[in-house]
């Protein structure tokens, strides 16, 4: 215990003479602020490669993590400190909780790879090494932009990122493992292009936590599979990442969460198989069918956001069906996509009335809520097999999904110049897809 506490205030140490360092370089050379943010983020990302050998407990990690990320906030935040020492932190102008994530990850990486330390190190290496590079690759030779909610980032950089954690995953497995090389270099391409999809969507910093958190998870499912499934893995993700890059300029959604719904397509495959793939694609693909004509040509302006929205309570119903075993549940999985497809569709209904319902607004709902029906639980029934059960639920979701745009209108604000991407539309709309979809459990 007293070798952590020493190696704990060695840590803590080595931070301030860092950043005193940094901030007396900046001083001096006036560098571009990315490139002072930058080597904060690789010299402790170096300095924490050592944790899994130096600290034998993971309180003594935990601590140090509360520590420094109250430390680094305040800071931060301090407006004496903040024309000093805490200038580095600020040196790109921008909101930013990077710092927390940060400490955050590393405990958090350190709690989950106990007695694994490659499970430790590879993650680590990826979020030092492919994130600062990307990020310098992009500020000083991007030059092919993509927009997400962070701003805009570089497809240069994001290549960058690809390639350094291929390497950051392929060579530690080469030296460290008995792993065949094709298995290996597999893994490393899925990471590579996973992680690097994960970062792209990532915003104000959270990448610092997302980036090694996600490499984890990801590195502990292959390492486990065979090399055909991982084959199988890799050509779903390129096909998918492939499509979505081609077809996002038919959709409303910035770059961004056009890679996010690729990332969640791609996690219901995963976890689920090709059966569920078809509800999430068939959204992103065909929601446009749901908008009236004059909102088809309507700008890019939907954010991660959306694609969060909507894919979660679906994606919630995918885990619970794992954890239980139950593959019935892919009939509310469905039904939860059903309903943000025809929702969708009345978000864009104009002259609505509060005291009571028009006729067409009326007979507006009802043909979203059809056309909902048709392009999802058709299918359903192809995919999930022709029976009178399956035939029942697919006749009893036409109600739940009217059901469901109907509570929907009536939620709708007074103020209708309320912005129609903005954050309490989503709210309101994965509550009533979360408070209508269980009601496909009484028809299982």
Request: include cysteine.
């Amino acid at each position: 215990m007293f070798g952590d506490i020493c190696a704990v205030i060695a840590v803590l140490l080595i931070l301030g003479a860092v950043m005193y360092g940094l901030y007396l370089y900046q001083r001096a050379r006036q560098p571009h602020p990315e490139i002072i943010r930058k080597l904060v983020h690789a010299v402790m990302g170096l300095v924490t490669l050592s944790f899994p050998f130096v600290f034998q407990s993971s309180v003594s990690v935990v601590l140090l993590a509360l520590i420094a990320g109250a430390g680094l906030s305040f800071v931060k935040h301090s407006h004496k400190l903040q024309d000093g020492v805490g200038g580095v932190l600020c040196a790109v102008k921008r909101k930013s909780y990077g710092e927390v994530s940060f400490v955050a990850a590393i405990a958090v990486l350190f709690l989950l790879a106990q007695h694994q330390p490659l499970f430790y190190v590879i993650p680590v290496l990826i979020l030092t090494l492919a994130d600062s590079l990307s990020a310098l690759v992009g500020v000083f030779m991007g030059r092919r932009r993509f927009t997400t909610s962070d701003g805009t980032k570089s497809a240069e950089g994001s290549f960058v990122f690809f390639v350094t954690t291929l390497l950051a995953t392929a060579v530690p497995l080469f030296i460290f493992s008995s792993f065949a090389p094709a298995k290996i270099i597999l893994i490393g391409l899925l990471l590579g292009g996973l992680v690097m999809m994960f970062e792209a969507i990532s915003w104000r910093g959270l990448d610092n936590f997302l980036i090694p958190i996600s490499a984890f998870g990801l590195l502990s499912i292959y390492v486990t599979m065979d090399l055909n499934a991982l084959i199988a893995r890799f050509i779903v993700a390129a096909v998918l990442l492939m499509f979505a890059l081609v077809w996002r300029k038919r959709t409303t959604l910035h770059d961004g969460a056009v890679i996010g719904a690729a990332l969640a397509c791609y996690a219901s495959t995963a976890v689920g198989g090709v059966e569920w793939l078809l509800a999430p694609m068939t959204v992103f693909s065909l929601y446009k069918l749901a908008l009236p004509e004059r909102y088809h040509s309507m700008a890019r302006v939907h954010s991660v956001r959306a694609v969060v929205s909507v894919a979660s309570i679906g994606l919630l119903w995918l885990l619970l069906s794992r954890l239980t075993n139950n593959a019935e549940l892919f009939f509310p999985y469905t039904l939860s996509f059903a309903l943000h497809f025809a929702i969708i569709g009345t978000v864009h209904l104009q002259k609505l009335i509060r005291s009571s319902f028009l006729l067409n607004n009326f007979l507006r709902l009802a043909q979203t809520a059809a056309m909902s029906w048709i392009v999802f639980f058709l299918p359903y029934l192809a995919v999930s097999g022709f029976c009178a059960e399956r035939a029942r639920q697919a006749l009893i979701a036409l109600p739940i999904i009217l059901l469901a745009t109907l509570v929907f209108y009536c939620l709708r604000p007074g103020d209708q110049r309320q912005k129609l991407a903005g954050n309490s539309r989503w709210a309101r709309q994965v509550g009533v897809v979360a408070c209508v979809s269980p009601l496909a459990l009484c028809y299982l």
